[in-house]
């Protein structure tokens, strides 16, 4: 039991390889569970990896089998299969989604073997890389479970996020790296002589190992277009791809080309749809495409996938754009009107992307919406902000956008920041700060240039670029404010500023301030607005020494806050009544609240800076009342 990460360019036979040893291996009684990573027309799928191995595993075990090993821990994993639900519907979570899902497999270990493989993690979502890092950390604990991962090379520059995740996964003690390298002759000339049920010729082998390179999947191809000794010499093996799609029937061929553009939702009546078949004209091309070996079913056993990516991309590639254009369209009418349950919100992402291609912009904006309130639905906030980024490039270009969004242009962007916020994403945060201060609006608003530029003062602090109050005028900023109407806006600058200020005069001059933005909180704002405000006057009132009252209102927030929003949040709210607790000398209930929320987000790897500042502040107390010093309250982290 463990893990393996097994690393190698394309086509190199890194699925072949996890293929055969479960073949090997595997006993009757063991459980499979396949979870692939897709890209759906240049996005991910939230939580693909997850969605695709629990839908399959129904499919292999039975749906109540699966109930039956998930027990009480099933909700959370039905916000992503419908099907599991067997109660009331409750929120999505993150957090719970992962500890779910890895409480399914630590169920299912404790009694059968079982081998969970994650396909392609080159292309897995931020949340499926948070579920696998946890259940690596999980495999150093005995277990009956084993993890294969493959892990596509060379294929361009790895994000900086996927590069540091596979250098941490591959450091951990559970994980071994197996990294596949190309065939050397010998081995290209056994390979021959299996897929040619006979021994190659002399001639036959020097060309196939020049062509091919030691890839298994182009030397596939080449026996599959039929090389010979003497005959012409193919110009590329991409070409041979090309080639053999030619060869296949009318229908076959409109299936495989409608397909190229739809990885990961290969579904059958999806297919059906887009390209207008009855069944009699899908079974067959199925069937056909099945035959050659360019398809292959579904680890769902509910559709198809390419037999090899690097064939989608052959034939993805040779659309001319019309034909490009038109397929995108087809999936995304079809996608739009889709009700399949337990795709829901990977189906409307993929709508989104699809548009996108089509160049309808204003389809595109509205889909983007549609998919960014899915995204945050489920928890998966790093797709929600990039389906919002493309409503904010989207906005100049569409009529009447904020009718559409029915939310004003500064919503989005402060719904972007929030998403980058919620996935730890402090940099893009400030990226995307620094491209609203460069912009020039065609009605400046001085709140909100204010408010920009004291949260990019914070988030400049956070990453160590600068050491400064966040706003370097305050008393401009107080007077500013002073004269300033009620509204969101000021709501969240007035929260930034007493969030970042400590010189003592101006918070005095913020005590009016803070009363005007709650109320306006209250009227105004959202849930997210309010927690702001309420959370400065918690600050607000710890920085003017009065800790009774700070600590009553910590208290206050956090009743408030439990389950209203997502588990790190809630901890976070938490973590700082902790402190307000130790700083009036209250150390038995600020122990009991921070193991509270240490036993809510379970584990460092699902959420590691609420997990890191509760054990921090934690910590700090049990050292305080040891001492019997209490904590100065300016030390407080959040």
């Given at each position: 039991?463990?893990?393996?990460?097994?690393?190698?360019?394309?086509?190199?036979?890194?699925?072949?390889?996890?293929?055969?040893?479960?073949?090997?291996?595997?006993?009757?009684?063991?459980?499979?569970?396949?979870?692939?990573?897709?890209?759906?027309?240049?996005?991910?799928?939230?939580?693909?990896?997850?969605?695709?191995?629990?839908?399959?595993?129904?499919?292999?075990?039975?749906?109540?089998?699966?109930?039956?090993?998930?027990?009480?821990?099933?909700?959370?994993?039905?916000?992503?299969?419908?099907?599991?639900?067997?109660?009331?519907?409750?929120?999505?979570?993150?957090?719970?989604?992962?500890?779910?899902?890895?409480?399914?497999?630590?169920?299912?270990?404790?009694?059968?073997?079982?081998?969970?493989?994650?396909?392609?993690?080159?292309?897995?979502?931020?949340?499926?890389?948070?579920?696998?890092?946890?259940?690596?950390?999980?495999?150093?604990?005995?277990?009956?479970?084993?993890?294969?991962?493959?892990?596509?090379?060379?294929?361009?520059?790895?994000?900086?996020?996927?590069?540091?995740?596979?250098?941490?996964?591959?450091?951990?003690?559970?994980?071994?790296?197996?990294?596949?390298?190309?065939?050397?002759?010998?081995?290209?000339?056994?390979?021959?002589?299996?897929?040619?049920?006979?021994?190659?010729?002399?001639?036959?082998?020097?060309?196939?190992?020049?062509?091919?390179?030691?890839?298994?999947?182009?030397?596939?191809?080449?026996?599959?277009?039929?090389?010979?000794?003497?005959?012409?010499?193919?110009?590329?093996?991409?070409?041979?791809?090309?080639?053999?799609?030619?060869?296949?029937?009318?229908s076959a061929r409109q299936l495989v080309r409608a397909g190229s553009l739809a990885e990961g939702h290969l579904r059958h009546e999806l297919l059906m749809q887009v390209c207008g078949f009855d069944e009699d004209t899908i079974e067959s091309a199925v069937a056909e495409t099945l035959e050659a070996n360019m398809l292959e079913v579904h680890s769902a056993g509910d559709g198809y996938q390419f037999h090899h990516a690097l064939m989608r991309e052959a034939v993805s590639s040779a659309l001319l754009p019309a034909e490009r254009v038109r397929w995108h369209r087809r999936w995304a009418e079809a996608l739009e009107v889709d009700d399949q349950p337990d795709e829901h919100v990977a189906m409307r992402i993929a709508a989104a992307?699809?548009?996108?291609?089509?160049?309808?912009?204003?389809?595109?904006?509205?889909?983007?919406?549609?998919?960014?309130?899915?995204?945050?639905?489920?928890?998966?906030?790093?797709?929600?902000?990039?389906?919002?980024?493309?409503?904010?490039?989207?906005?100049?270009?569409?009529?009447?956008?904020?009718?559409?969004?029915?939310?004003?242009?500064?919503?989005?962007?402060?719904?972007?920041?929030?998403?980058?916020?919620?996935?730890?994403?402090?940099?893009?945060?400030?990226?995307?700060?620094?491209?609203?201060?460069?912009?020039?609006?065609?009605?400046?608003?001085?709140?909100?240039?204010?408010?920009?530029?004291?949260?990019?003062?914070?988030?400049?602090?956070?990453?160590?670029?600068?050491?400064?109050?966040?706003?370097?005028?305050?008393?401009?900023?107080?007077?500013?404010?002073?004269?300033?109407?009620?509204?969101?806006?000021?709501?969240?600058?007035?929260?930034?500023?007493?969030?970042?200020?400590?010189?003592?005069?101006?918070?005095?001059?913020?005590?009016?301030?803070?009363?005007?933005?709650?109320?306006?909180?209250?009227?105004?704002?959202?849930?997210?607005?309010?927690?702001?405000?309420?959370?400065?006057?918690?600050?607000?009132?710890?920085?003017?020494?009065?800790?009774?009252?700070?600590?009553?209102?910590?208290?206050?927030?956090?009743?408030?806050?439990?389950?209203?929003?997502?588990?790190?949040?809630?901890?976070?709210?938490?973590?700082?009544?902790?402190?307000?607790?130790?700083?009036?000398?209250?150390?038995?209930?600020?122990?009991?609240?921070?193991?509270?929320?240490?036993?809510?987000?379970?584990?460092?790897?699902?959420?590691?800076?609420?997990?890191?500042?509760?054990?921090?502040?934690?910590?700090?107390?049990?050292?305080?009342?040891?001492?019997?010093?209490?904590?100065?309250?300016?030390?407080?982290?959040?």
């Amino acid at each position: 039991p463990g893990a393996v990460l097994v690393q190698g360019e394309a086509g190199i036979g890194k699925t072949r390889l996890v293929t055969d040893a479960m073949e090997r291996w595997l006993q009757a009684d063991d459980v499979v569970l396949i979870g692939h990573a897709a890209p759906l027309a240049g996005g991910e799928v939230p939580f693909g990896v997850v969605t695709t191995a629990v839908q399959g595993l129904i499919h292999r075990q039975g749906l109540d089998a699966v109930r039956s090993a998930a027990g009480t821990s099933i909700e959370p994993l039905a916000s992503l299969v419908p099907e599991l639900q067997v109660g009331p519907a409750s929120a999505p979570d993150r957090i719970r989604i992962i500890e779910s899902f890895a409480t399914l497999l630590r169920r299912i270990s404790h009694d059968e073997f079982t081998w969970l493989a994650v396909e392609d993690l080159h292309w897995a979502d931020t949340n499926s890389r948070d579920a696998l890092s946890y259940l690596v950390h999980l495999l150093e604990m005995p277990a009956r479970l084993l993890i294969s991962i493959s892990l596509r090379t060379q294929d361009g520059a790895p994000s900086t996020a996927m590069r540091t995740f596979v250098a941490e996964l591959v450091r951990s003690p559970a994980v071994q790296l197996m990294s596949l390298g190309r065939l050397s002759r010998a081995d290209v000339a056994v390979q021959l002589s299996n897929l040619l049920q006979g021994a190659p010729s002399p001639g036959l082998l020097d060309r196939t190992v020049a062509l091919s390179e030691g890839v298994p999947f182009l030397t596939e191809e080449l026996v599959a277009g039929r090389l010979s000794e003497h005959g012409p010499l193919p110009e590329s093996v991409k070409e041979l791809m090309l080639v053999r799609v030619g060869g296949l029937s009318q229908s076959a061929r409109q299936l495989v080309r409608a397909g190229s553009l739809a990885e990961g939702h290969l579904r059958h009546e999806l297919l059906m749809q887009v390209c207008g078949f009855d069944e009699d004209t899908i079974e067959s091309a199925v069937a056909e495409t099945l035959e050659a070996n360019m398809l292959e079913v579904h680890s769902a056993g509910d559709g198809y996938q390419f037999h090899h990516a690097l064939m989608r991309e052959a034939v993805s590639s040779a659309l001319l754009p019309a034909e490009r254009v038109r397929w995108h369209r087809r999936w995304a009418e079809a996608l739009e009107v889709d009700d399949q349950p337990d795709e829901h919100v990977a189906m409307r992402i993929a709508a989104a992307q699809h548009w996108w291609e089509t160049g309808d912009r204003e389809r595109a904006f509205d889909a983007s919406l549609v998919a960014a309130r899915e995204a945050h639905r489920l928890g998966a906030e790093t797709e929600r902000a990039e389906m919002l980024a493309r409503v904010l490039d989207l906005w100049p270009h569409v009529r009447e956008p904020a009718e559409r969004a029915a939310s004003a242009r500064d919503d989005i962007v402060e719904d972007i920041l929030r998403a980058h916020i919620s996935a730890d994403q402090v940099g893009k945060a400030l990226a995307l700060l620094d491209d609203e201060l460069r912009r020039e609006p065609t009605e400046p608003d001085p709140i909100q240039d204010l408010y920009l530029r004291a949260t990019r003062a914070r988030f400049a602090n956070q990453l160590g670029l600068q050491n400064t109050e966040v706003f370097d005028h305050d008393r401009h900023a107080a007077r500013l404010l002073s004269n300033a109407e009620p509204s969101r806006m000021f709501v969240r600058a007035v929260a930034v500023l007493i969030k970042g200020s400590w010189d003592e005069e101006y918070l005095n001059s913020y005590t009016d301030l803070l009363g005007r933005a709650l109320r306006a909180g209250d009227e105004y704002g959202t849930p997210l607005d309010q927690l702001l405000i309420r959370r400065a006057e918690v600050e607000y009132l710890t920085k003017r020494g009065e800790q009774v009252e700070a600590a009553a209102a910590a208290l206050a927030l956090v009743a408030s806050v439990r389950g209203r929003f997502p588990v790190a949040e809630v901890t976070m709210v938490e973590s700082m009544g902790i402190w307000q607790l130790s700083a009036v000398g209250r150390y038995r209930e600020a122990s009991d609240l921070g193991r509270t929320a240490l036993a809510r987000l379970s584990n460092p790897h699902l959420a590691r800076w609420a997990w890191a500042i509760v054990v921090e502040n934690l910590s700090t107390r049990c050292s305080s009342s040891v001492s019997g010093t209490r904590p100065p309250a300016s030390s407080m982290r959040r």
